[in-house]
């Protein structure tokens, strides 16, 4: 049932903009596996073998510490309402500072100039193989809305309380890895 394509076509690129939440899934060569939810409104697809996504502050930074350690990246999409379909992004990801000149052009880009609160690097993805499979077995939900705890949370915080929490909290991940948010000091 599964389906492999070498890159994102303009049928597969549909599916994606449907979608209101994917997963990224890491892992260093040693430790623990992350799995994350994102927003899909945070992910931009670059090109046929490239997306990235507006990565925003959270309790751990475990996918910055695996791309540290390891390169590779999994994206993860699954329909939650309308026909099934799981879609996955197979690749090689790294981290975009946000205090580099690529995140700027990235943001001022794809991203039309919207950064959110608490905005805190970007992750890119290199697709190296795109995979389809039929999810029969995920339930059928109905999407209500975004949440806006994330944003109202960061928002709420001054730009010295919201680098304080990274400091304590996005540094270093569960597996004592390091994850290079400050790296450049």
């Avoid at 449907?18 to 623990?32: K, M, N, Y």
């Avoid at 990801?93 to 608490?118: C, M, N, T």
């Avoid at 890119?124 to 109202?152: H, M, N, W």
Wanted: glycine fraction near 8%.
């Amino acid at each position: 049932m599964a389906k492999q394509f070498p890159s994102i076509d303009d049928r597969l690129s549909d599916f994606l903009a449907r979608q209101h939440i994917f997963f990224t899934g890491s892992a260093a060569p040693d430790g623990r596996v992350n799995v994350s939810p994102k927003p899909a409104s945070a992910l931009r697809i670059l090109g046929p073998n490239q997306a990235v996504y507006l990565d925003q502050t959270g309790s751990s930074n475990e996918t910055a510490a695996h791309l540290g350690q390891s390169n590779r990246l999994t994206i993860m999409f699954c329909a939650v309402e309308g026909p099934p379909q799981i879609l996955r992004l197979f690749g090689s990801g790294r981290v975009i500072r946000r205090d580099s000149s690529e995140y700027a052009d990235l943001l001022a880009g794809p991203f039309e100039g919207h950064e959110p609160p608490g905005a805190r690097q970007m992750i890119l993805i290199d697709i190296d193989l795109v995979q389809t499979s039929c999810g029969f077995g995920v339930p059928l939900f109905d999407y209500k809305a975004e949440r806006q705890s994330l944003d109202r949370w960061a928002a709420a915080k001054s730009s010295e309380e919201l680098e304080a929490y990274q400091r304590e909290k996005n540094q270093i991940s569960l597996d004592g890895f390091p994850t290079g948010l400050f790296a450049g000091e």
